[in-house]
């Protein structure tokens, strides 16, 4: 604002420049779904490690080939960062299916079980369903000299070992409430452990006594408690119970901010792929990828991708890599999760405008294919829209082809190609977060040229780093926000209309070599 001047004098004035700074978003954050033992249920937790996923999650796990499996080749063939939804059975038992439970803890004569309250005491539970909290127990030890604080120890000792490793340490705790050092035992634990939660029942105002150092009481589940393994539909036509708890599982991944690839390992139920895809586009603008049929083997029998999603890619077939449960003995795997690592090996080293295929996108990890394919053969199925896994000689198992589920030549879509559609989602993302400044701002010119200058500012950069056609910045792109774009009768209903066009890159599917015989020279 203008300096109020009172003096003779100089005065120093700064005047904003007008200048907000877009910064692109994120462009290979995956969210995998699918069921483990262990782990949250509630929400996705973000695991930026294969580690991290094993301390979460548990690992790989023999009863089920698809989320251990598929999050452990996303960061082998180049993943960061990923989002994880377990899924678990919770209903009722019936029809064979036995809901997960949370393990129970015996503290002092007391038996605490989850959803319940008891005798007065601690009541100590999982902090989610599984057989993995047997391993886990509570070391209690009272502070001296009677001031009833106590200290917590999440202790880690699995079936048969002769020691105890401390996870989690919580000292100088309250049973009591209001505590005057903010350390009631039910508020402290509850909001930081990983492992356990506990509650105060009965309005007990004793802390529980010590246990014994060596053998600490330990969580210990019922039979089953596990709930069914859930594995995805080997039917097309019809889904099971693995796809009713995803369906209902899904809307917690709108708890999340921002995730770019989507992933259910396994799912090749047509009804469900749609729903998954639908999820997929705006506002979420995120991108499915979809796994073949592992029972189809003849790819004449591929006649369409089970949807026309412009935000989904359908791969086949297929891939064989070792198991590590099995003496890395050879098993197929669904692609999906080997395909998200290739996308995100792309983006940081080529950009979202790089079609994920070709020579560059060898699969890391892989030995082979379901099914060889031919170059015949990879012609029929290319014009369906059906990306292609194939084995060559001199590079390898490669991914070999960029099209969406709309990039069936009959369609003729503006989104067939997969580079084309994941950098308008990328653009559209990046503004839709970076312009929240311009709500209600007055909605005339000088707004109107803050506008066109950032996002102006914006483009030009991607076109710097190639990401568009065009020898010049205006056969690349364009932004348009002036009183064309926005009429008086869009200001009189608070609008600002703004205009952003990109000529996208796309791949050079089919290198066509001409080669012409010259003709000697006659002497005339």
């Not at 005798?119 to 009833?148: E, F, H, R």
């Amino acid at each position: 604002m203008p300096v109020a001047v009172s003096y003779p004098g100089v005065y120093v004035e700064e005047i904003p420049s007008g200048v907000h700074t877009i910064t692109g978003v994120a462009t290979s954050i995956a969210a995998f779904v699918g069921w483990a033992a262990q782990g949250p249920i509630g929400y996705a937790a973000l695991v930026l490690s294969w580690a991290d996923f094993e301390r979460i999650y548990g690992g790989f796990d023999a009863r089920s080939p698809y989320l251990g499996y598929a999050v452990s080749q996303f960061f082998i063939n180049g993943g960061q960062q990923a989002y994880i939804l377990r899924l678990a059975y919770t209903g009722a038992a019936s029809g064979g299916l036995t809901p997960a439970a949370s393990a129970t803890l015996t503290l002092g004569g007391l038996t605490f079980t989850a959803g319940t309250v008891g005798p007065d005491g601690l009541v100590a539970n999982a902090a989610n369903p599984g057989v993995w909290a047997q391993s886990y127990g509570i070391a209690i030890k009272n502070q001296s000299g009677g001031t009833n604080r106590f200290r917590v120890q999440v202790i880690y000792a699995p079936p048969g070992a002769t020691s105890e490793v401390v996870v989690e340490s919580y000292e100088n705790l309250s049973i009591t409430t209001p505590d005057s050092q903010g350390r009631y035992v039910a508020d402290v634990i509850n909001k930081q452990s990983s492992f356990v939660t506990v509650v105060v029942a009965g309005g007990t105002t004793t802390p529980p006594a010590d246990t014994t150092v060596g053998s600490s009481p330990k969580l210990h589940g019922t039979a089953n408690d596990d709930g069914s393994v859930l594995l995805p539909s080997t039917s097309t036509s019809s889904g099971g119970t693995f796809e009713t708890v995803l369906t209902a599982a899904l809307p917690i991944l709108n708890k999340i901010d921002l995730f770019n690839l989507l992933c259910v390992p396994g799912e090749i139920v047509t009804a469900t792929i749609s729903a998954l895809e639908a999820f997929c586009e705006p506002p979420r603008r995120a991108f499915l990828i979809a796994d073949s049929d592992p029972g189809i083997t003849d790819p004449t029998k591929l006649t369409s991708t089970p949807i026309t999603g412009m935000n989904s890619a359908f791969y086949f077939p297929w891939i064989q890599a070792p198991d590590p449960l099995n003496q890395n003995r050879p098993s197929y795997y669904p692609p999906c999760g080997f395909v998200a690592g290739i996308y995100a090996r792309t983006d940081g080293t080529r950009g979202v405008w790089k079609a994920p295929a070709g020579t560059e996108a060898t699969v890391a990890g892989a030995s082979g294919v379901a099914v060889q394919l031919n170059d015949p053969q990879n012609g029929l199925l290319n014009p369906l829209g059906i990306n292609c896994i194939r084995n060559f000689s001199v590079y390898g198992i490669v991914v070999w082809g960029a099209r969406t589920m709309q990039g069936n030549d009959e369609l003729g879509s503006e989104w067939k190609y997969i580079p084309v559609r994941r950098t308008a989602l990328f653009i559209e993302e990046s503004l839709y977060r970076a312009l929240k400044w311009v709500v209600f701002e007055p909605n005339d010119e000088p707004l109107w040229a803050e506008i066109r200058l950032n996002v102006g500012a914006f483009m030009q950069n991607l076109f710097r780093q190639g990401a568009f056609q065009g020898q010049t910045p205006s056969d690349a792109y364009f932004v348009k926000c002036d009183h064309e774009t926005t009429t008086q009768n869009d200001i009189n209903l608070g609008i600002v209309n703004i205009v952003v066009g990109f000529a996208p890159l796309k791949p050079a599917e089919f290198v066509v070599i001409q080669i012409q015989q010259m003709a000697g020279q006659i002497a005339t």
